[in-house]
T-cell receptor
Framework: DAGVTQSPTHLIKTRGQQVTLRCSPK?????VSWYQQALGQGPQFIFQ???????QRGNFPDRFSGHQFPNYSSELNVNALLLGDSALYLC????????????FGSGTQLSVL | AQSVTQPDIHITVSEGASLELRCNYS??????LFWYVQSPGQGLQLLLK??????LVQGIKGFEAEFKRSQSSFNLRKPSVHWSDAAEYFC???????????FGTGTRLKVLA
């Protein structure tokens, strides 16, 4: 049983560019959450998707957007990249109503130059 | 507002010594509480979790944690540390009825041979 898979594992972009990160949830999970982990910090909640809708959002600007597909996979899009967007982006999946059953992927390391 | 504090940024212990990592949280009621471990460049692995009931919870890799309501604490312990335990440890709070976790800033554990 594959866990949460994220792609790509590493990415280098320049300021002002746009980036798309992808996540496939664990089998049987229908809810996907995204977290940003800056160097030396704990992960911070970006948003959560359920039934193809954004259900809850953290304190992130509108440059951060997402999407969930009918197969429950998800994308995180970041527009107009800033140097401060450099971080490890973690995807986590959970079953319906199971905030206590979060499984994390290994993340995508984004570097903005 | 909910918050999590991990007062120790770095901890160094000798292999075979006991370990205690501190975590304090701020929340109006009893939240869900978690400890995760992260190796360099990796995602988060769940060590243990507390929802209710017995305040001493057992986790994987020989870790345990004790919930103390009066102190708003959820400290992680291990009686004998192994060199492979060197990693970063995160405490997290998940509020029932919400869909996100709030993480502490982490404690980096170094194990001396």
């Amino acid at each position: 049983d594959a866990g949460v898979t994220q792609s790509p594992t590493h990415l280098i972009k320049t300021r002002g560019q746009q980036v798309t990160l992808r996540c496939s949830p664990k089998s049987g999970h229908d809810t996907v959450s995204w977290y940003q982990q800056a160097l030396g910090q704990g992960p911070q909640f970006i948003f959560q998707y359920y039934e193809e809708e954004e259900r809850q959002r953290g304190n992130f600007p509108d440059r951060f957007s997402g999407h969930q597909f009918p197969n429950y996979s998800s994308e995180l899009n970041v527009n107009a990249l800033l140097l401060g967007d450099s971080a490890l982006y973690l995807c986590a999946s959970s079953p319906t109503g199971g905030v206590e059953k979060l499984f994390f992927g290994s993340g995508t390391q984004l570097s903005v130059l | 507002a909910q918050s999590v504090t991990q007062p120790d940024i770095h901890i160094t212990v000798s292999e075979g010594a006991s370990l205690e990592l501190r975590c304090n949280y701020s929340y109006g009621a009893t939240p869900y509480l978690f400890w995760y471990v992260q190796s360099p460049g990796q995602g988060l692995q769940l060590l243990l979790k507390y929802f209710s009931g017995d305040t001493l919870v057992q986790g994987i890799k020989g870790f345990e944690a004790e919930f103390k309501r009066s102190q708003s604490s959820f400290n992680l312990r291990k009686p004998s540390v192994h060199w492979s335990d060197a990693a970063e440890y995160f405490c997290a709070v998940g509020a029932p009825g919400t869909y996100k976790y709030i993480f502490g800033t982490g404690t980096r554990l170094k194990v001396l041979a």
